[in-house]
């Protein structure tokens, strides 16, 4: 892994300077107006628990499948997206699966997270035995796809772009915010990785385990990934009560809220979503939670 040169961009400050240019000018218009005037990329209602929990977000969303055969690079997938353009752009996100496993293992990510206002790719691998590092160059692939060549790139705001994965897929998360420190989030899921130390890191990442993982068991992953993770990049780590390696492969509705609280908060600048990582979750199926919580 390389070093980053670079810094995450575009403070809170300089957004909410966007911000107040757009309403200046007249640019917040129509009935998302209102609600875009506290940051230029909030996108959907004013967040609720309900909303975080249910099966969908508040934006409806279609699906288009993209073939192995007209990208370089990655292995095909499949694209989710709001089907509404009067909100303007979305940010976007590229998720792997795990070892040996189809996109289809983790599916149930895509119109959940498409849903709150994001464009997403579940990607197909090159090989089902790739390793972290090979992942990771096609998560990033995925999102120079998505933002340069996909029929939905004019949805897309190409500055706000994350990734995620499961096991060796969120292995690769880790790999693509390390070689790409302008990302603005990644969330890696019971990832798997050789590599235990991330003190380059820079983008904000929530890494959720399970306490029972025996594959890649939290102790000697996700919490010494989280652990070397600098608390200046922002950081979470949700360990879930008695899941195994295999919990996002089924709905998950603790994984789910989460990871579009935290794609909310540092894709989409969206500040009302703070109220969901600080103190953050808590309950039977939380296992333990920890957070730098970030500042509004």
């Known amino acids: 892994m390389s070093s980053p040169t670079t810094t995450r961009p575009r403070s809170v400050v300089a957004r ?26 909030e996108r959907g209602p004013a967040p609720t628990t309900a909303i975080l929990e249910a099966s969908r977000g508040p934006f409806t969303t279609a699906s288009q499948s993209v073939s192995s055969l007209s990208v370089t ?3 095909g997938g499949v694209i989710y997206y709001p089907t509404s353009t009067s909100e303007g752009t979305f940010g976007a996100i590229a998720v792997s699966p795990g070892y040996t496993a ?5 599916s149930w990510l895509g119109p959940r997270i498409a849903s709150h206002g994001f464009v997403v790719i579940g990607i197909e691998t090159n090989s089902r035995l790739d390793q972290p590092d090979s992942r990771g160059r096609q998560l990033l692939a995925a999102l120079d796809y998505l933002t340069q060549r996909s029929s939905v790139r004019t ?8 990734v995620a994965g499961h096991s060796m897929g969120g292995g ?19 990832p798997w990785n050789l590599d235990k130390s991330w003190s380059e890191l820079r983008v904000p990442t929530l890494i959720i385990g399970g306490e029972s993982d025996t594959v890649a068991p ?12 600098p608390a200046s990049a922002e950081k979470a780590y949700l ?5 195994s390696h295999f919990f996002p492969q089924t709905t998950n509705t603790p994984t789910g809220r989460q990871m579009v609280a935290w794609l ?13 990582l600080c103190p953050g979750p808590s309950g039977s199926q939380i296992e333990e939670y920890r957070n730098t919580c970030p500042s509004a």
């Open 218 to 229: 939290v102790g000697s992953h996700s919490v010494p990934f989280y652990n070397s993770i």
């Open 155 to 162: 949805r897309i705001d190409s500055s706000r772009l994350a």
């Open 239 to 243: 360990e879930l009560n008695g899941a």
């Open 264 to 276: 909310k908060r540092f894709v989409d600048d969206d500040t009302r979503y703070e109220q969901f």
């Open 102 to 106: 189809a996109w289809s293992s983790i």
């Open 172 to 190: 690769g998360s880790l790999e693509a915010a390390s070689s790409r420190p302008s990302l603005q989030a990644a969330v890696p899921l019971a």
């Open 16 to 41: 909410l300077a966007v911000a107040a240019v757009l309403v200046a000018g007249g640019v917040l218009s129509g009935p998302t107006g209102a609600a875009q005037a506290a940051g230029p990329y």
């Open 73 to 75: 690079g990655f292995g």
